[in-house]
């Protein structure tokens, strides 16, 4: 991704190899990997647009994190999704020393909607974001988020999402 030296892929770490990234793959279908975590860098175009040695590290990434794991992970059956959710939850919250997230009454309700049918491309000028960019911009993926809730209110809904209110218990 850096042939052209965009700094849009500068990141730190840097982008690996191809074999870096088959065996860190392989990794994860060996269940090496213990969870997958995100580092949202958010910079704005002017930033990312200095020369390379100047922009900052850094990609816009939460909005298509699961978009992207989904579409090249649980979509073309290199990993289950249930895997997939584990590392993206239990896996950190076991790092980090937190409690596992669970669903059960009285817990947070701290939960996502994924569609995971509906293909679509990463369109980065709808990110809620400051970055209105992405090196994966116009790619199809799956496993859009539809709605959040934090503490069991709605914290994010898709414009054409209907459902609305508090998720009780």
Do not use: Q
């Not at 679509?120 to 790619?139: D, I, Q």
């Amino acid at each position: 991704m850096l042939e052209r030296f965009d700094p849009i892929h500068k990141v730190a770490p840097p982008l690996r190899t191809g074999a870096d990234i088959a065996y860190l793959r392989s990794a994860l279908r060996r269940g090496l990997v213990e969870c997958i975590g995100t580092d949202h860098a958010p910079h704005t175009r002017a930033e990312k647009e200095l020369d390379l040695l100047e922009a900052p590290f850094g990609i816009a990434n939460i909005e298509v994190a699961f978009p992207l794991l989904y579409s090249r992970l649980v979509a073309t059956d290199e990993l289950e999704l249930a895997r997939l959710l584990e590392l993206l939850t239990a896996g950190p919250a076991g790092v980090m020393g937190w409690p596992e997230p669970t669903l059960e009454p009285g817990a947070p309700a701290d939960l996502t909607v994924i569609d995971l049918e509906t293909e679509r491309p990463v369109r980065p000028e709808t990110f809620l974001s400051r970055a209105k960019f992405s090196p994966w911009a116009g790619e199809a993926l799956r496993g859009w988020p539809v709605m959040t809730f934090v503490r069991g209110r709605r914290a994010f809904a898709r414009a054409d999402t209907a459902v609305s209110g508090r998720v009780d218990g």
